[in-house]
Nanobody
């Protein structure tokens, strides 16, 4: 069964950095897109960033643009999220996800119904 294991979640001060990793038990290069989502207490899960296979590009939520970077290593089957200039509102449980099929474009990557493999999550707490 395809699985993800996230790591890297921690407590950090505002302005600091964290790097999240997601190790897959399957070949991520065969998936159309990979993404990070997050959920803060009392709020709905939201898309943070996505990276498509091939030349599909990357997409970011407006709230993290220019601060976060998503990347993938198809050889090691690892998805990462580099988070810089952290803000308290970045706190939450972060999940990685993979989609076998996902239309390319800004209107699709946040649609959680396309993602068929999810990790268990890793906690990020940012204090001011």
């Amino acid at each position: 069964q395809a699985q993800f294991v996230e790591s890297g979640g921690d407590s950090a001060q505002a302005g600091g950095s964290l790097r999240l990793s997601c190790q897959a038990s399957f070949y991520i290069g065969g998936r159309a897109a990979l993404a990070w989502f997050r959920q803060a207490p009392g709020k709905e899960r939201e898309g943070v960033a996505a990276i498509y296979a091939g030349a599909g590009g990357t997409y970011y939520a407006d709230s993290v643009k220019d601060r976060f970077t998503i990347s993938r290593d198809n050889y090691k089957n690892i998805l990462t999220l580099q988070m810089n200039v952290l803000k308290p509102e970045d706190s939450g449980m972060y999940y990685c996800a993979a989609a076998s099929s996902l239309p390319v474009g800004g209107r699709w990557w946040k649609s959680q119904s396309f993602y068929d493999t999810w990790g268990e999550g890793t906690q990020v707490i940012v204090s001011s």
